[in-house]
């Protein structure tokens, strides 16, 4: 059974860091890629970014592009993602997701339950 | 960046129904649309893939038809159970983007 567990999310200053982890099991995790999905109070779902199966490629939202760091350790079969220069608009829940495939990007067919991440002084 | 419109909103349905939900394009997307479900406090659920193709363990009473910009997610003969969120989301460019959402609700 595919299982997506987050963790790390909770208080944030503005221009402050965060460290949010998704524990994955259930499947090959370096065969699919895996993404990071917010959704802000109220409002609607956002891609934020994603990962390669080897990590070697990685894509942003342009609102996260420079602040934030996805990454992964097959290892550990964690995804990881690092939140740098918080800002307010960055308060959420954030969601791991993995690719239904195995090559390319094709959205998502597992998500986990989120964790919630607010940026506040 | 690929927008995606999703209509309606909101929308209320009588169990037995049969309800359409759009989702168009800003721009050619092939059939790169998945839709998915998402209920309070659970996980969100993969109901279609690559616009058409029933994700294995869905009820056929879902359905998704389009292609280009034009997508429709179809629950027939609706039940209570499906009271839920709706979205779609696009995968055919970077950045991945997602529909507004739809909320269904069953009276």
């Known amino acids: 059974e595919v299982q997506l567990v987050e963790s790390g999310g909770g208080l944030g200053q503005p221009g402050g860091s965060l460290r949010l982890s998704c524990a994955a099991s259930?499947?090959?995790?370096?065969?699919?890629?895996m993404s990071w999905v917010r959704q802000a109070p109220g409002k609607g779902l956002e891609w934020v970014s994603a990962?390669?199966?080897?990590?070697?490629?990685?894509y942003y939202a342009d609102s996260v592009k420079g602040r934030f760091t996805i990454s992964r350790d097959n290892s550990k079969n964690t995804l990881y993602l690092q939140m740098n220069s918080l800002r307010a608009e960055d308060t959420a829940v954030y969601y791991c997701?993995?690719?239904?495939?195995?090559?390319?990007?094709?959205?998502?067919?597992?998500w986990g339950q989120g964790t919630v991440v607010t940026v506040s002084s | 960046e690929t927008t995606l419109t999703q209509s309606p909103a909101f929308m209320s349905a009588t169990p037995g129904d049969r309800v359409n939900i759009s989702c168009k394009a800003s721009q050619d997307i092939d059939d790169d649309m998945n839709w998915y479900q998402q209920k309070p406090g659970e996980a969100v659920i993969f109901i279609i893939q690559e616009a058409t193709t029933l994700v294995p363990g869905i009820p056929p009473r879902f359905s998704g038809s389009g292609y280009g910009t034009d997508f429709t997610l179809t629950i027939n003969n609706i039940e209570s159970e499906d009271a839920a969120y709706y979205f779609c989301l696009q995968h055919d460019n970077f950045p991945l983007t997602f529909g507004g959402g739809t909320k269904v609700e069953i009276k």
């Open positions: 997701a993995k690719d239904p495939n195995t090559s390319g990007y094709y959205g998502f067919d597992y």
């Open positions: 259930g499947f090959t995790f370096s065969s699919y890629a």
């Open positions: 990962i390669s199966g080897s990590g070697v490629s990685t």
